[in-house]
């Protein structure tokens, strides 16, 4: 059965009946504005407004991934609307500013951001649900060990939230039976014995024409980025080392700059509430400094507010901190769920240890462990660590150290002004959803 909710024409029909709801948001808000308030306001005094909100406001729902059907769940789904409007409706006020528009109130951009969540939030919900009904769960035939199901399945049906159900297994492609071929959607590749049998499955689903799942490596990552280049008559691929270039350094350390010292002048008076806090609770310091692996694999002190009780790792040594912690302080449980314990590393920023987006920086101890462990994990380190990153928006705390090196080496491999603004946006989705620091952190 096709997917209608990835053809071409659902993906043109879906963005004109989103900007359809927030144009007429407008109009609706211009005309209960004028009933409310005794106004004659006219839509053409917005008119000129428009292009710049629907183009805003389109990027805005492709960041916060309110195209894909089925992606977020509701509280996400939310969320991602409440901050695109926002946004959105934020930068529209700057260019009315900008136009010299300022017969338009302020609470008619209010009235229209309200009647946006209330026209859009429900169509989306309800696209949603059908999706759910109507789109059946992708039926997957393992070809692989036996002994490795039991974590796929884990993979494929918890974390795609039931879009993917293991419905047969089979050691090999010799093994795989017309039968079971008959009731699947796609493969997924496991652990074969050698190249010649991927081969062989690759060749086989291409015979079929069904798709195929698989974990990739680290190399087959920087596939991403490869090109096709033709020698003559013989095709092969090239991969380029992926390096910033002096340009993309120049502008991203200036934004670092000025981001972080527009956010420490904006947050100064929290971070004061914050450290009080701290200091009252057990006479502690403040800040915490901690020693952390930067780019080139040279260390520096983080800083962050402390949320565990002086010298917690006296006798333990160095460990990673779980959820119900008992070293955790009470304040320091609440700092942690809200990041605010994360925002002394803005002066990280300003030293230039560290980025607003990059992978998150690791303990030497740690760093040498997975060193051992983890192959390419080195790879990391070839930009500046950053307060948030790829790996803490699309994962978890609880997402396990190769799961995020990947999320890293996809960072690094297609690094781009517009995928950093991307992340820092979608970061602050993550902070108000409570699920994203579930499981295991890293702290002091």
Same mark, same amino acid.
């Given at each position: 059965m096709k997917n209608f909710f990835t053809s071409k024409t659902? %993906?043109?029909? !879906?963005?004109?009946l989103m900007l359809a709801g927030i144009y007429y948001s407008y109009? #609706?808000?211009l005309m @209960? $504005?004028? /009933?409310?308030?005794?106004?004659?306001?006219? #839509? +053409?005094?917005?008119t000129v407004l428009m292009p710049f909100l629907l183009v805003g406001m389109m990027v805005l729902f492709d960041v916060f991934g309110l195209y894909e059907a089925g992606e977020l769940d509701g509280i996400q789904l939310f969320l991602s609307l409440l901050l695109a409007g926002i946004i959105g409706n934020a930068a529209l006020v700057v260019v009315a500013v900008g136009f010299n528009v300022f017969v338009l =109130?302020?609470?008619l951009f209010i009235y229209a951001y309200g009647l946006q969540i209330a026209i859009l939030l429900p169509l989306l919900t309800l696209r949603d649900a059908i999706h759910r009904r109507v789109i059946p769960a992708i039926k997957v035939l393992l070809v692989g060990s036996e002994d490795e199901l039991p974590q796929i399945k884990k993979l494929l049906e918890n974390k795609s939230r039931n879009r993917c159900?293991? *419905?047969? +297994? &089979?050691? +090999? *492609?010799? !093994?795989?039976q017309e039968a079971e071929l008959q009731q699947v959607d796609a493969l997924y590749m496991g652990r074969l014995n050698d190249r010649d049998e991927e081969r062989r499955l690759v060749a086989y689903a291409l015979h079929h024409d069904l798709p195929i799942f698989y974990d990739p490596d680290i190399l087959q990552i920087g596939y991403r980025r490869a090109r096709l280049v033709r020698f003559d008559d013989t095709l092969i691929f090239r991969m380029d080392n992926r390096a910033m270039s002096i340009e993309e350094r120049f502008v991203k350390r200036l934004l670092d700059l000025l981001f972080a010292t527009l956010m420490l002048v904006v947050l100064s008076p929290l971070m004061l509430l914050a450290a009080l806090a701290v200091r009252v609770e057990d006479k502690g310091p403040a800040i915490f400094s901690q020693e952390r692996v930067k780019m080139d694999e040279k260390t520096y002190n983080l800083y962050k507010f402390r949320t565990m009780y002086v010298d917690a790792e006296k006798q333990s040594g160095p460990v990673l901190a779980t959820l119900s912690d008992p070293?955790? &302080?009470k304040v320091g449980n609440f700092l942690r769920k809200t990041r605010i314990d994360e925002l002394p590393q803005l002066f990280n920023v300003l030293i230039g240890d560290m980025s607003l987006v990059g992978p998150r920086p690791e303990r030497p101890f740690f760093v040498e462990e997975f060193k051992k462990t983890v =192959?390419?994990? !080195?790879? /990391? $380190?070839? @930009?500046?660590?950053g307060i948030t990153g790829l790996a803490q928006v699309d994962?978890?705390? +609880? %997402?396990g150290v190769v799961d995020k090196l990947k999320f890293d080496l996809l960072y690094i491999l297609n690094y781009s002004l517009l995928l950093d603004i991307r992340i820092l946006l979608q970061t602050v989705r993550t902070v108000l959803l409570p699920e994203q620091a579930a499981g295991i952190e890293e702290e002091e």
């Open positions: 659902y %993906t043109i029909l !879906q963005g004109v109009q #609706f808000a @209960l $504005f004028n /009933r409310l308030h005794g106004h004659a306001y006219l #839509f +053409s005094d917005i =109130p302020a609470k159900r293991i *419905v047969a +297994s &089979t050691g +090999s *492609v010799e !093994q795989i070293r955790i &302080t =192959p390419n994990y !080195q790879e /990391r $380190f070839r @930009l500046k660590p994962g978890k705390y +609880s %997402t």
